[in-house]
């Protein structure tokens, strides 16, 4: 008998198990194969199934060759031991002293790659059995190896990282270790995949990936669980100091702009971090906790990472019970608008009302936007909301066309980043305007400045699309989204509406002054009206209109009102100021 598998060291040389407890007939096996390998294969004899037991616990083999009679016990159930692993090929062939189809199923059935009989062996019959075992066993391999990796980056996938974290869990439990989970997300994929296309999007991924490689070691695992999401499991020293320092690497060398395709692409990535067994113990409530915490830092402003916190949790069943809460709102007609007059500083007159929404909530009372609108916004309820703020907004807009001192006024409504994306804006916004018959000039859409900067490429031809339709765009909270002069200088855009933080201390602060005199110029300069919104204090409507603001609003003016009130107000104001 040769030395256990273990001791040898040639790749090329075949290491194969013999389970065989009749000593005769393994002299006869071992002939055979010293006959047909010319000592290029290593046996190593199991005489009992405990024996060999012991053999596979020590070692692996890439072939297994097993009676079915081992004294007591069945050569099946030993093959069924070894071909249970899913991941793992294991190469059995079974020996057996009897023709029997029965036994030849059974064979099959466990997992055998091939059923021999004793009577009919040789040397040839033997190495071709092999020969055909092992072929099998490397298109196995390869297949599974296939099934655990993503063929876009070559990283692990998603089947491959749950077993890996499977085992890093048993690992750290017996050894009373700690380890990250660190869950990422690129920052701005899906801009470049929708404006630059998806070969582009695809090579992005591949750098990332390869950017990630460069910057773990060898014993970090990293894979790529899908879309633009990766994930990355690591051990260290000191767990709360390794696992910042490593989501700092991260974020600054992915935070490096990258050449593609001709294109200066500038990518970030949002990491979610959850410690074992702090923040989980299986691998679902790890990933969930990581999960939750790279939503978390993607919300708090990009490039950024957070650990998971308990809290999380909470904010999300609450998040999910006013989502329930706002379905409940659609469909029982709880949301009113308030209007908030704008007023024209040359004529004095009111000309457009911004629609502002509110929950009239059967128990907590009259809600302001800020109390629903991001939660909302978390889903595609704010889409169903905001078709709902139009069509109201543009109804009650026509009504005031029947009376006379507010017949040209206008309504502004306010489009939220994801109405401002969904593919059927054009179709809804044209819907509510032409089923009432109303002209397309009395409604302005608002979007914010940081909306449009998002939205990257896309933004001129969306514009321009609501343009066409014949609407105006104003550009809300304008100064905070650091849009570029030439891109401005595209927009179709009528009006620029000065960020109220500005505006806020215009008297006091000569910062704010210079900076809403510089928005206010470059407003005309580029022929935009330019809105000075809150308005509280009269020397803050003495500075806008010696700046020479086109618009005004605010609560020196004042607040947002229901439908009547803002219209008996409107008509008082005219009949004063006539
Ligand atoms: N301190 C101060 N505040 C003033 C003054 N004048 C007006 N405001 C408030 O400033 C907000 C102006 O609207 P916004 O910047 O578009 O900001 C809006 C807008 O972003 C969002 N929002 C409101 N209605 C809608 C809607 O129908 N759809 C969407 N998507 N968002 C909405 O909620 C935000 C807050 O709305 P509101 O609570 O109604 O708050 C309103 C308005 O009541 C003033 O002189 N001083």
Redesign the pocket.
């Known amino acids: 008998m040769t030395s256990p598998a273990t001791q040898k060291d040639n790749s090329q040389v075949i290491q194969l198990l013999l389970v065989e407890d009749d000593e005769d007939d393994y002299v006869l096996v071992e002939s055979y194969l010293d006959q047909a390998y010319d000592g290029n294969i290593v046996i190593t004899w199991a005489d009992t199934y405990e024996k060999a037991q012991q053999f596979i616990a020590q070692s692996s083999y890439d072939i297994y060759l097993i009676d079915y009679y081992l004294g007591q016990q069945n050569g099946l159930d030993l093959t069924k031991e070894i071909t249970s692993s899913t991941f793992v090929v294991n190469a059995v062939i079974l020996l057996t002293g009897l023709d029997d189809h029965k036994i030849d199923l059974e064979a099959t059935k466990s997992g055998a790659m091939d059923y021999l009989i004793k009577q009919e062996l040789s040397a040839s019959m033997l190495e071709r059995s092999i020969r055909y075992a092992l072929s099998r066993k490397s298109i196995e391999e390869e297949l599974i190896a296939m099934a655990q990796h993503d063929p876009l980056t070559g990283l692990a996938n998603r089947v491959k990282f749950n077993m890996a974290l499977s085992d890093k869990i048993q690992y750290a439990r017996r050894e009373q270790a700690q380890f990250a989970v660190l869950l990422l997300d690129l920052d701005n994929f899906k801009e470049v995949n929708d404006t630059l296309g998806h070969t582009t999007g695809d090579t992005l991924l591949k750098v990332t990936a390869r950017r990630l490689q460069k910057s773990l070691r060898d014993i970090d695992m990293i894979a790529r669980l899908g879309g633009d999401e990766f994930v990355i499991i690591a051990e260290f020293n000191n767990i709360a100091e390794g696992s910042a320092n490593i989501a700092e690497r991260l974020i600054e060398e992915l935070a490096e702009p990258l050449e593609l395709d001709c294109h200066q692409i500038n990518t970030g990535v949002s990491i979610g971090i959850a410690i074992y067994p702090h923040d989980g113990i299986s691998p679902e409530a790890l990933l969930k906790s990581a999960d939750l915490a790279m939503y978390k830092s993607k919300r708090g402003g990009r490039s950024t990472y957070r650990y998971y916190d308990p809290v999380f949790e909470l904010e999300l069943t609450q998040t999910k019970q006013l989502q329930t809460e706002l379905q409940l709102a659609i469909d029982s007609n709880q949301f009113v ?2 209007y ?1 007059p704008i007023i024209d500083t040359e004529s004095g007159r009111v000309v457009k009302a ?5 929950w009239q909530h059967p128990k907590k009372g009259l809600l ?3 109390m629903f ?1 991001p939660a909302a ?1 978390k889903n595609s309820m ?1 889409i169903t ?2 078709e709902w ?1 139009l069509q109201q907004a543009c109804r009650d807009c026509k009504q005031w066309q029947t009376i006379e001192q507010l017949k040209d006024t206008g309504v502004t ?4 980043p994801l ?1 401002f994306r969904d593919e059927n804006l054009i179709p809804i916004v044209s819907k509510a305007i032409a089923s009432i018959q109303l002209n397309h000039k009395h409604v302005t859409l ?1 979007i ?1 400045e940081t909306t449009l900067m998002e939205i990257g490429e896309d933004v001129i031809e969306r514009l321009t699309m609501l343009d066409q339709l014949g609407v105006d765009i104003a550009i ?2 304008f100064g905070t989204g650091y849009s570029s002069l030439s891109y401005l200088k595209q927009f179709p855009v009528s009006t620029l509406k000065v960020d ?1 933080s500005f505006i ?1 201390d215009i008297d006091d602060e000569d910062d704010d002054k210079i900076i809403t005199k510089a928005i206010v110029n470059l407003g005309k300069s580029l022929n935009k009206k330019v809105i000075a ?4 204090k009269k020397g803050q409507l003495e500075i806008v209109n010696q700046l020479g603001c086109h618009f005004i ?4 003016f004042t ?2 009102m229901p439908f009547e009130e803002f219209t008996d107000w409107t008509q008082k104001f005219h009949n004063k100021h006539s």
Do not use: C, F
């Not at 911004?354 to 509110?358: S, V």
């Not at 919104?533 to 509280?536: A, L």
């Open positions: 608008l308030h908030q911004e629609a502002l929404i509110r302001p936007p800020a609108i916004e704010i909301i905001g703020v409504v306010n489009l939220s109405q608002e914010t809300d909270d109220r806020s919104e809150g308005i509280e609003q605010g609560y020196h607040k947002a």
